[in-house]
């Protein structure tokens, strides 16, 4: 096996997009444009890049969500877009997602228990019993009770509703955890917990982490390597420190001069 | 200096539960050209405050007791009509989502020059040139005054509120979360564009954030609050270098720094109750 459990090469996406007053007349948005990129196993790559970047399409577009038009990713040493339907599927035990929005992203009609348990259920993995037994010690690994599978999503707060959302995305354990913002709607002592968390999980269970966001702040502290995103390209990446301390690209500059507060904590 | 604004012992409570207070007893004030920033986590009553001073609580909430004085006159039980007159004018105003606040079947222009011709009379040419000034002065070319919202990026979209809710000259700019929604690096622009209008119309800014390197960035004083109370108030040096508060200290331990120097804490609220609240 290779260093890399997950890398992309040559990833292009092109978006129509309506344009003009009334919407008549359409323009090609390049959302990926020729997108290199690799994680390390083990370890946290950070892609970063402000709104439009294309770093959610990259996402969503490495995980087979969304068709690409051109480029190879390969996970675990395989090709993904190879796969038929049903390898995808298997595929996909170990390439989990948890998202932005732990409001949106909870089906309110289902309880926390079935929630968690359906991906055990959808890979047909062990009986109900162990299937229990599973849940209640995910739940309980995340910082949520047995008590909690009994619960619908609007009876959690945000930050624990995220909580659920790692619970969901980790009971198949898969290798590879895409992190969409997963705290970007939550408050800054929700965020350290989350963070916290995430760093423990990845540790004890040899998770490999593609975390996307927009906070150079939450970056520094959770990801091994950076990817800075504009306008679909990839215009820098390299190790954390290294990136941070001496940024090459005026972009990247830029983008770190902008980070709040900074100015002040460097005087 | 004399205060612009001085609020005291301000209470807030739903009205169905007036025991249930949402603003607890806050006093602060603010001088002309200086910025106040109130930070706190959801659900700290910052918002509520701000609104509060405007006059615009939501209608199942009330001012319990307390009072506002702006400008040596207390803004507390003012007729809708008689505030009317007080905000736009004499307090400007900018909140988070600028697409929300401006009208997308009306050109910025328009919506510029609505509140000079509502507060000041202006109209015809003495209007097209003040609002023509008045976007300029924001960093928006004057020939855009004739675009729609939706043709405007959400930097752009922010910088035209900006020019509407200085329109007037207000001795107050009342900011809640303005860049939340934005970009860092429009965020940047957009905090350098208020300090430098804060500066140049010697205005006092009183702004809404919960994040701590915007209050590093733009803040004088900076007011803590947290479940409705504040907790510490002081110059930004004293609070975020020197915070005597141990939720401000908690606080402060979990927002993570660019340099990656400091190990992030998380809140223990259990042993902040035993300490001192």
């Given at each position: 096996m290779s260093e890399f459990i997950l890398s992309a090469t040559g990833l292009t996406k092109t978006y129509k997009q309506r344009s003009g007053r009334f919407g008549f007349s359409t323009t090609l948005v390049k959302a990926l444009d020729n997108v290199d990129i690799a994680l390390k196993s083990g370890t946290t790559l950070a892609v970063v890049g402000e709104s439009g970047s294309g770093k959610s399409t990259l996402a969503r577009c490495l995980l087979q969500l969304q068709p690409l038009d051109a480029g190879k990713v390969l996970f675990d040493g395989r090709?993904?877009?190879?796969?038929d339907r049903e390898a995808l599927r298997a595929a996909r035990r170990d390439l989990q997602m948890v998202f932005q929005d732990p409001f949106a992203s909870l089906n309110p009609r289902m309880r926390v228990g079935e929630i968690v348990v359906e991906g055990l259920v959808i890979h047909q993995l062990g009986d109900a019993e162990q299937r229990r037994a599973k849940v209640v010690s995910m739940l309980e690994r995340v910082?949520?009770?047995?008590?909690?599978?009994?619960?619908?999503?609007?009876?959690?707060s945000g930050g624990q509703r995220q909580r659920i959302g790692i619970a969901r995305a980790l009971i198949l354990d898969p290798k590879v955890v895409v992190c969409d913002e997963p705290v970007s709607a939550l408050d800054v002592s929700i965020q350290a917990q989350i963070l916290l968390l995430l760093k423990e999980l990845q540790r004890e269970m040899g998770l490999s982490y593609l975390f996307i966001s927009h906070d150079l702040r939450v970056v520094r502290h959770i990801a091994d390597e950076v990817a800075v995103m504009h306008r679909g390209r990839v215009v820098e990446q390299g190790q954390v420190e290294a990136l941070y301390a001496n940024p090459r690209e005026e972009y990247t500059q830029n983008l770190l001069n902008s980070i709040p507060g900074r100015h002040r904590q460097a005087a | 200096m004399a205060d612009l604004l001085k609020v005291e012992k301000l209470t807030v409570a739903p009205a169905a539960a007036p025991s249930r207070l949402l603003v607890n007893n806050v006093s602060f004030s603010l001088s002309p050209g200086r910025t106040t920033c109130i930070v706190g986590e959801s659900g700290s009553g910052k918002s509520l405050t701000a609104l509060s001073v405007m006059g615009l609580l939501p209608k199942a909430l009330q001012r319990v007791s307390g009072d506002i004085v702006f400008q040596g006159s207390s803004l507390v039980g003012l007729s809708n009509t008689q505030m009317c007159d007080v905000r736009g004018k004499r307090i400007g105003m900018i909140f988070q989502e600028p697409m929300t606040s401006l009208n997308p079947v009306l050109t910025i222009g328009f919506q510029v020059g609505e509140t000079l011709s509502t507060h000041l009379g202006l109209s015809g040419k003495a209007l097209r040139t003040k609002v023509a000034a008045l976007l300029e002065s924001v960093g928006i070319p004057a020939e855009r005054a004739n675009s729609y919202p939706d043709e405007l990026s959400g930097g752009q979209r922010q910088r035209v509120m900006i020019a509407m809710s200085i329109a007037c000259e207000p001795a107050m700019l009342i900011a809640d979360?303005?860049?939340?929604?934005?970009d860092v690096t429009v965020q940047a622009q957009i905090l350098a564009l208020l300090a430098d209008l804060k500066t140049r119309m010697n205005m006092g800014m009183l702004f809404i954030t919960h994040d701590f390197g915007v209050v590093a960035d733009i803040a004088d004083d900076v007011v803590v609050m947290f479940r409705g109370e504040i907790v510490e108030k002081g110059s930004v040096g004293d609070v975020l270098?020197?915070?005597?508060?141990p939720y401000t200290r908690a606080l402060l331990d979990c927002v993570p720094d660019a340099e990656g120097r400091k190990a992030l804490k998380p809140i223990d609220y259990d042993w902040l109750k035993g300490a001192s609240v």
């Open positions: 090709d993904l877009a190879s796969l910082g949520l009770s047995a008590a909690d599978m009994k619960k619908y999503p609007h009876e959690f | 979360e303005p860049t939340t929604a934005l270098d020197r915070p005597q508060h």
